[in-house]
């Protein structure tokens, strides 16, 4: 029988510490972030697969200001890597963000923030980390069609932010919005 073909390998490596960002092993100034990936892309192709990698102690507002670079330079086949524990949903833009949530009925979305000490709550009420999967888990069970809307502070690891999204998961959640970090 034929098999599909396996999927192209990432063409676009984009690394981002704390002490900045380098594409394909080059260090790239935020600054000429935008011109350097509309070079890849024009290099590569808009269809080129871009691997993200982040490092834990990342604040959100940088890992936002990397995604929306690579949607105005027409990167959109983005593949997280590192030493994440879960699958990363897809990161809408601000706008599909805003469209999702007015086709969704209110009490089918959950807001879920972790701001920049890690202070997690589900529709602003604090929730201890360890119990978010219990929380979501309950929530699924009485409204199945829930979607969770995780947002964060620009301050907010990047860790932190994964962990989140792990609970979320842990707790059976498979619509997941992630919008950009507040101030």
């Known amino acids: 029988p034929d098999t599909p073909a396996p999927p192209a390998p990432p063409a676009i490596g984009v690394v981002v510490r704390t002490a900045g960002v380098a594409i394909n092993g080059e260090p790239v100034a935020m600054d000429e972030l935008g011109e350097v990936l509309a070079k890849h892309a024009q290099a590569e ?7 993200l990698d982040a490092a834990g102690d990342v604040p959100m ?8 670079q690579l949607r105005q330079a027409g990167l959109k086949k983005v593949v997280y890597a590192g030493d994440l524990p ?5 990161v809408l833009p601000p706008e ?10 209110a009490e089918d979305l959950a807001t879920v923030r972790v ?10 009420e604090p929730v201890p980390g360890a119990k978010l999967a219990a929380v979501v888990g309950k929530r699924l069970a009485a409204r199945p069609d829930t979607v969770f809307l995780l947002q964060s502070e620009r301050g907010t690891a990047y860790g932190a932010f994964v962990q989140v999204l792990a609970g979320l998961q842990e707790g059976g959640a ?3 919005a992630v919008e950009d970090p507040a101030k």
Not at 45 to 51: L, M, N, P, Q, R
Not at 61 to 68: D, Y
């Open 115 to 124: 701001d920049a000490a890690g202070v997690v709550t589900v529709d602003g």
């Open 86 to 90: 879960v699958k990363t949903p897809k």
């Open 174 to 176: 498979t619509r997941i």
């Open 45 to 51: 192709g808009e269809g080129a697969v871009v691997s």
């Open 61 to 68: 507002g940088t890992v936002h200001q990397v995604q929306e």
């Open 96 to 105: 599909k963000a805003n469209q999702l949530q007015q086709k969704v009925a």
